[in-house]
């Protein structure tokens, strides 16, 4: 691939200069997401509350000729994220990219066959909107949307939403509501940036379909590997066929980070094998 005097890729999509704070920076989703806005030409700071995950995976990308650090961050708590974020610009200046993976779902959040809401226990159903909403979204988005407003360079905030966000699918009645919100939040965040604050901050989420984590792997396959009934169900929904890969989100975070992408805000774009589009029929 050619380079440029506009970055590694070149043209719109380089991110040459810029400082890409990832929350979840030890989790699966930040493995995938980090190293593509790395070779895209970001400094990667990736936050997280596993510090020495954190670490761990900036010297992975060190490895890869890509700027980055590691940080220990509490993204449920305002004052860590600003610690991390002042340490961040410390070695790298001002943050222009946020990329939430931080969130998850919790398996006692969840509704089992035969089981009914009436007995999930409401601390699981808050620690999962606490982590989706708070962590993946609210305060984040306070804490660096506000460095951000105040730097005044054109930036970009990206969240983590679901297919669980776009319809209730069941089992999962705490992560859908809270993925729900964090579409809401993402555009109501976009116009009031652009609008009330008139500051160059997009905000955009992406939709991944259905990725096997440690997460989900129980509601999707059986101890043996094969697939659970839902499984079934789901792979019978994806045109493609196939559970998604976190390499997958790559192309698409790069995009919403750079300025190919520069009059887009707002939006929750699917990346899902076409499982939003299928009807089942």
Request: glycine residues 14%; contains cysteine; neutral net charge.
């Amino acid at each position: 691939m050619c380079e440029n005097k506009n970055g590694h890729l070149g043209g719109l999509f380089s991110l040459r200069g810029k400082t890409a704070f990832v929350t979840g920076g030890g989790g699966v989703l930040a493995g995938a997401i980090a190293p593509a806005l790395g070779r895209a030409g970001a400094n990667i700071a990736l936050a997280d509350l596993r510090g020495e995950a954190a670490i761990a995976r900036a010297e992975e990308l060190k490895k890869l000729g890509i700027s980055a650090i590691g940080v220990g961050c509490d993204c449920l708590d305002g004052p860590s994220i600003a610690a991390s974020l002042e340490c961040v610009a410390k070695e790298f200046g001002d943050v222009s990219i946020l990329v939430n993976t931080a969130g998850g779902n919790v398996k006692d959040a969840t509704v089992a066959p035969g089981e009914s809401i009436f007995g999930v226990p409401a601390d699981a159903l808050r620690k999962v909107i606490d982590l989706n909403l708070f962590a993946g979204v609210i305060l984040p988005a306070q804490v660096i949307g506000k460095h951000m407003a105040g730097h005044g360079k054109p930036s970009s905030i990206i969240h983590i939403s679901s297919m669980a966000a776009m319809r209730p699918l069941s089992r999962v009645a705490g992560y859908g509501a809270a993925k729900a919100a964090v579409n809401n939040l993402t555009q109501w965040l976009a116009v009031h940036f652009a609008m009330e604050l008139k500051a160059p901050i997009r905000v955009n989420a992406i939709a991944p379909g259905f990725f096997l984590t440690e997460q989900n792997r129980f509601l999707l396959t059986e101890h043996d590997g094969s697939l659970t009934p839902r499984g079934q169900t789901i792979m019978g929904h994806t045109p493609m066929g196939r559970f998604g890969e976190p390499d997958d989100l790559a192309g698409a975070v790069v995009w919403l980070a750079s300025d190919a992408s520069r009059f887009v805000t707002g939006t929750v774009i699917p990346v899902d094998g076409g499982f939003s589009a299928f009807s089942g029929v």
